[in-house]
């Protein structure tokens, strides 16, 4: 196992944007404040929107408040990056503090979960005009009708957004990791980032991982990444391995899939939980270290699959597998001296802790001291909760704001992006993380979070731990709480990401000005792709 028992094992249906009635400011509207509200995903019993505020004056708006009914049917039942309140079908959001004025011609995103299939707002008003930007309320025409159809829009204007393909994420960032292992009991393989569809959605794969081992780089499985043979039938190209062709393996296989999606570049990451230690020793010789890892990386027989290395030092002055004491520059001087090796143009990145608590891990290093040299960051914003604490409370591991009852103040993801950009680390160099499994309990007799439990639920391939593509049919979700959700069946309890909440989750992203997302890792995600689709539209 390469990154631990606790996270070594974890592990289409594109997300559309379905533009909904009410239409974005056009000229006819212009220096008005405009709400525009869309359909994210509809799965009948529920759905997710998303309503997108947009400044058409010239000054900056201080504050904003929407209000909008709702048909009969069709309720909020959670919402995230505004303030809801509701009386009957009757309901009125307004701006959250942290937000800040909204600038000219700036928009600002909010979304919601709703029971019952999706429908348009009603009489919708946003600082007390029409929400299309007319002088007076209005109630906007039927969510089905065709763009041209509403007399707010312009005949020459042309929607924006493709009701059936998601929207290019522009220089948002997806990035995935391909686990080594997982080409054994998993039998998932580089073919299947190609047949799954998640090719074409990432920007960026991280092939996890690379060894430590006595502060150098090092391979982690030689036989997994350049000596295992593929038949035609599992091959990139359908073109089989020959018993003396130079490269074989995963990284051959890589090289043939950025063949067929140039736009992909891969990134060598080192490190995990099982494999940094190293890192300890490499921090007192950082220059020889980042020779290793340049000698390794642009070794002649893959040096065009890989476009730069990836640092997953867990931790830093701090304590994972085991415990660092190299002090605060540890990280910061390891970081600059493979900057220096790989020069500019070669992608360096880490993924680092995402423990928001005051004292804790972010507080260990200096992160912002290291940001210049890195080219994104990646807080692991998973793995808060699980049963490692095996008698609970239970919670879902990837929360991504507080909630009343959350066993630890700073574990949730808005902890520590507010955290790393207080430090100094740039928004836009920080990538939001998402977990393609859920971490369950097993013994719970409470169908809320904070329940006892008895131990971990089963797991596939370990305790307490289960693919999305597993639970989305084993224990489909039941409810939601701090922006991810978690379901009870019989006695085990699960916490785990779907496309809805990663739907919002893209929208924090956004609002954040965030640099895009990653995730752990593909093998987990359906045999279509259905949260990578969530990434890559909640990020268009």
Excluded at 37 to 53: I, L, R, S
Excluded at 168 to 195: C, L, S
Excluded at 227 to 253: E, H, I
Excluded at 308 to 320: F, R, S, T
Aim: hydrophobic fraction near 35%; include cysteine.
């Amino acid at each position: 196992m390469k990154r631990s028992l606790r996270r070594s094992l974890w592990a289409g249906a594109v997300v559309a944007l379905a533009v909904a009635a009410v239409p974005m400011a056009t000229a006819a509207a212009a220096g008005s404040v405009t709400a525009t509200f869309a359909k994210v995903q509809d799965w009948g019993t529920g759905h997710e929107g998303k309503v997108t505020v947009t400044n058409g004056t010239s000054a900056s708006v201080d504050t904003w408040r929407i209000e909008f009914d709702l048909p009969s049917g069709t309720t909020i039942s959670s919402f995230w990056d505004a303030d809801v309140t509701s009386s009957g079908n009757h309901y009125v959001a307004v701006k959250k503090s942290w937000a800040g004025p909204l600038a000219p011609g700036a928009s600002f995103s909010w979304g919601y979960n709703g029971t019952g299939p999706y429908a348009g707002p009603l009489n919708c008003t946003v600082n007390g005009t029409s929400c299309s930007g007319g002088g007076t309320p209005t109630t906007p025409p039927s969510p089905t009708a065709s763009p041209t159809a509403s007399p707010t829009v312009s005949p020459t204007t042309s929607p924006t957004t493709s009701p059936t393909a998601p929207p290019p994420t522009g220089d948002k960032k997806v990035v995935g990791y391909f686990a080594e292992w997982g080409v054994y009991a998993r039998n998932y393989h580089v073919k299947n980032i190609h047949t799954s569809g998640s090719a074409a959605k990432l920007t960026h794969i991280l092939y996890a991982f690379g060894n430590t081992s006595g502060g150098r780089c090092s391979i982690g499985d030689s036989y997994a990444d350049y000596d295992k043979a593929y038949t035609a039938a599992d091959s990139v190209d359908g073109v089989a391995d020959t018993w003396d062709q130079p490269l074989r393996g995963s990284f051959n296989q890589l090289r043939k899939l950025k063949k067929m999606y140039p736009h992909l570049k891969v990134i060598w990451s080192f490190g995990g939980w099982t494999w940094s230690a190293g890192f300890t020793q490499a921090a007192q010789n950082p220059a020889a270290f980042a020779d290793s890892c340049y000698n390794l990386v642009e070794d002649p027989r893959w040096a065009d699959v890989f476009d730069g290395i990836d640092v997953d030092w867990e931790y830093p002055n701090a304590c994972g597998l085991q415990c660092d004491a190299s002090g605060p520059n540890a990280f910061k001087n390891v970081v600059s001296a493979l900057r220096s090796r790989f020069g500019s143009s070669a992608l360096v990145t880490a993924a680092i802790t995402a423990d928001g608590s005051t004292g804790g891990k972010i507080d260990a290093t200096d992160y912002a001291g290291a940001a210049p040299n890195l080219n994104w960051l990646m807080p692991m914003t998973y793995d808060y909760f699980g049963a490692f604490n095996p008698q609970g409370p239970t919670a879902p591991h990837s929360p991504l704001t507080s909630y009343a009852g959350i066993p630890q103040q700073g574990f949730n993801a808005d902890a520590a992006i507010q955290k790393l950009k207080s430090k100094g680390v740039p928004a836009n160099k920080l990538l939001l993380g998402i977990g393609f499994y859920g971490r369950g309990w097993t013994g719970v007799s409470q169908a809320a979070p904070g329940g006892t439990a008895t131990g971990p639920a089963p797991g596939t391939y370990e305790q307490g731990i289960e693919d999305y593509k597993v639970l989305k049919n084993t224990c489909p979700a039941t409810g939601t709480v701090g922006g991810t959700a978690y379901a009870k069946c019989g006695s085990n309890w699960w916490g785990y990401d779907t496309p809805s909440t990663i739907g919002g989750k893209m929208t924090y992203a956004k609002n954040q000005g965030l640099g895009g997302a990653f995730f752990w890792e593909l093998s987990g995600d359906t045999g279509n792709g259905e949260l990578i689709g969530a990434i890559k539209g909640g990020l268009g």
